[in-house]
């Protein structure tokens, strides 16, 4: 059954279309995504389809029995309601009931009660107030009687969601659902809708989330919908071979075009018999290869400041607020190179310890003692504070007017406005027409542009696209200096981070060695070694577990193995070199056409191979 379908949708700015002749639908129990980078129409898209703004163009269909929730990413409340009656005040059928079955007990109306009663039981809506206690307690909501205008930004986007969840619409729109929640609680929500049967669409930059819950991908690219049916996953794999596509299309209409502009030159301007077919095939094949536009990439490579032995001690800090003990006497050391995912509920600590760090807060006990080249960057994820009539160069330029290279180029802030995906026409434009993704990117740019050599990014993924967390994460995957982030996003933690500070409650932070899935995993371990051990009677197996995991941790390598270990060291930089070089080749534009392939497979397999034997080396340096 078909529930919505989209013919020719355009959406108009004034001075330019922000997308044009969009057709797509959507099919009963589809879970589909919409991808595309910032400013590309996706929240506008969305709110044509929830029928919030009604399109410039075309014609948009939803079948007239469904009901629609949406989830936008700016919820509007009363402020002067309570979080219940915020969510009893959604207009369904079984609110409706319910709010007509307490009108008739207070008037003593036998026969409304009658009637409502009967009705609530059809709906079987007489435990709605507990379902609706347990998923506002599943999304971190417990004080039912607080006041909408009480809550911060995040919690009334959790009660949007948890409002907009228990609605059950036939068709359910979320715009960014992840974005303030944590990450059990995203976790949480990512089982609720892989296992429900409502019929979803959504804008989501979490990448776990799209490959888990949805089954069919839309990317939106220069007002055209691609569509891929499968998950995130099955999508990269499919978008690969369509670049692959256009990239040898691209070359062959480039070479067409070419014999075509020698054809019309050599025509003589007073001939008016010149073939009018072949004039118009010309200018059509113009106007396709000039629309064509290489990908832009995001590339950051800053000369970061040296960093030098002493760098941060976090020496025995203990902090609380309201009697709430966040972090009770912590100890760390960071050392060169450290890459540490901080994870936790909300409201644990996680942005006290950086403010900490940073030295904007005081501890109740202890201290941070800070090196003397130690030069910070904090990206925080409440620091979007712009003025809107300010053009963007001239906003970075109070920073810096030149930006030095790792490779020791100096390039101007306009040149690297560009490279940031900033183009010049962007670059004089005010701050109020960038979207909330490009705002969050101008604001790392700011961040970065003075070179700091320790990183601190407080939920840095939030309102950023794919294509920019996936460059963003390559930059910091090569970042020279200290990185500490706070993040949600659980593909980006798991691809910078090797490390972990996991809030466990009551000021306790968990120093783990491993990323975040390494630790989930350990969690998982952990808890289910309890349930095993647990009604034991045997009072000699806690005594094995305490002789055998020194053993294990002491553990040396044999000799062929340290043998194996030196070779890989080896193997690993040729082939790191080997790589670089093939990419130079690829990326140089010298390449002949026929050669792109077999260098194209030729760097694939090095990467294989040289995906294996990192693993390999990682498994053997745990005992060097």
């Not at 095939?281 to 832009?296: I, W």
Request: proline residues 2%.
């Amino acid at each position: 059954m078909n529930y919505l379908s989209a013919e020719n949708l355009g959406r108009n700015l004034g001075e330019r279309w922000l997308f044009k002749n969009l057709s797509f639908g959507i099919l009963q129990g589809e879970k589909v995504a919409l991808i595309g980078t910032n400013g590309c129409g996706k929240s506008s898209l969305m709110d044509v389809v929830a029928g919030l703004v009604k399109p410039d163009e075309g014609v948009l269909s939803v079948r007239k029995e469904i009901r629609v929730g949406y989830l936008n990413q700016n919820p509007d409340f009363s402020r002067t309601q309570t979080v219940l009656e915020t969510i009893f005040a959604s207009d369904n059928e079984v609110t409706s009931a319910i709010k007509n079955y307490e009108k008739a007990v207070e008037t003593d109306d036998l026969e409304g009660i009658l009637k409502y009663t009967d009705e609530i039981t059809h709906l079987d809506a007489w435990d709605f107030e507990s379902k609706v206690k347990v998923i506002l307690g599943k999304l971190g909501i417990h004080d039912f009687e607080k006041l909408m205008g009480e809550l911060s930004g995040g919690q009334q986007k959790r009660v949007s969601l948890a409002r907009v969840l228990i609605d059950d619409p036939d068709l359910l729109i979320l715009d960014e659902p992840t974005n303030h929640l944590d990450l059990a609680t995203i976790e949480w929500l990512e089982s609720y809708l892989s296992s429900s049967n409502t019929t979803l669409f959504l804008v989501t930059h979490d990448r776990y989330f799209l490959d888990k819950v949805c089954n069919r991908i839309m990317e939106l690219v220069d007002s055209k919908i691609y569509r891929y049916v499968g998950n995130y996953a099955y999508f990269l794999e499919k978008k690969a071979e369509r670049a692959e596509i256009e990239a040898v299309t691209l070359e062959k209409d480039k070479s067409l075009l070419k014999k075509e502009l020698e054809w019309m030159r050599r025509q003589p301007k007073a001939r008016t018999h010149k073939a009018t077919y072949r004039e118009n095939a010309f200018y059509d094949l113009k106007e396709r290869t000039s629309n064509q536009k290489k990908e832009e990439k995001l590339e950051l490579s800053m000369k970061s400041e040296r960093i030098g032995n002493k760098i941060i001690e976090i020496q025995h800090v203990s902090k609380s607020y309201n009697d709430k003990m966040l972090i009770k006497e912590f100890d760390y050391t960071f050392k060169k190179g450290d890459r540490i995912g901080i994870v936790g509920k909300n409201g644990m600590g996680k942005s006290t310890l950086l403010g900490l760090i940073n030295g904007e807060i005081k501890p109740d006990i202890g201290k941070v003692v800070k090196g003397d080249t130690i030069k910070i960057g904090y990206y925080k994820q409440d620091g979007l504070v712009f003025n809107p009539d300010e053009k963007v160069i001239e906003n970075v330029r109070e920073v810096a007017e030149f930006i030095k290279m790792a490779d020791g180029r100096e390039i101007s802030i306009s040149a690297f406005l560009t490279l940031f995906l900033f183009p010049p026409a962007t670059q004089y434009s005010p701050i109020a027409k960038l979207s909330g993704g490009e705002k969050r990117r101008l604001q790392l740019l700011k961040v970065l542009v003075e070179n700091p050599n320790f990183l601190i990014l407080d939920e840095p993924t939030n309102d950023l696209d794919i294509a920019t967390l996936n460059v963003l994460e390559d930059f910091l995957m090569s970042y020279g200096g200290c990185l500490l982030v706070v993040s949600h996003d659980r593909y980006f933690l798991d691809r910078i981070v090797d490390h972990t500070f996991a809030f466990e409650g009551d000021g306790v932070i968990k120093d783990f060695p491993g990323n975040y899935t390494d630790y989930r995993l350990w969690v998982d371990e952990q808890a289910s070694a309890n349930k095993k051990t647990k009604g034991q009677k045997e009072a000699v197996v806690e005594p094995e577990v305490i002789i055998e995991t020194p053993k294990e941790a002491k553990r040396k390598l044999s000799f062929k193995e340290l043998k194996e270990f030196e070779i890989l060291e080896k193997e690993v930089a040729e082939l790191e070199a080997k790589k670089v070089k093939l990419t130079e080749q690829l990326s140089s534009g010298d390449t002949a056409f026929d050669e792109i392939a077999e260098i194209s497979k030729k760097l694939e397999d090095i990467i294989a191979d040289l995906e294996m034997k990192e693993l390999r080396w990682l498994e053997l340096s745990e005992f060097v």
